[in-house]
């Protein structure tokens, strides 16, 4: 059996918006054109959030392009998608969230052993200030990697 990750999409707006914590790993449940969907790269996490309710945890606003050699039965593209995590880790989930200004977000998705995973990551909002020091340290980051590698030129 196939053991390899392979990453689908990530969010990169989550890691500049927000300071993730704890990551988690869920498994989500789609409809079969969709994983063929996703198995074609058609998803985006940009605009998407990750809420509890009622004891269950749903994504809310990916985009799972639709898989055009579909059948009659199409799924919204953007609707909530369960995902599969167990009643604890759920709860654990929940009581960080209620603490002041933690939220979920979903970072990647990937293929794991052929099934579809969500990446979950507990996420605290940036201020801007916080925002330009990040730019600055990967500024810094790629003029050090840069001198490293033609030597000073």
Known sequence: MNNEIKLIS???KAYHNYFISELTEAGIALEGSEVKSLRLNGISLGE????????????KNAYIKLYENS???KPDERRDRKLLLHK????????????????????KVYFKKGRAKVEVGLAKGKHLYDKRETLKDKVTA?????FVKFGGR
């Open 48 to 59: 998407s959030y990750i809420f509890i309710k009622n004891g269950e945890i749903y994504l």
């Open 88 to 107: 604890a880790e759920i709860n654990k989930l929940e009581k960080k969230v209620k603490e002041k200004g933690f939220s979920l977000m979903a970072t």
């Open 142 to 146: 790629r003029e050090i990697d840069r």
């Open 10 to 12: 990530s969010n990169k």
């Open 71 to 73: 059948s009659v039965f």
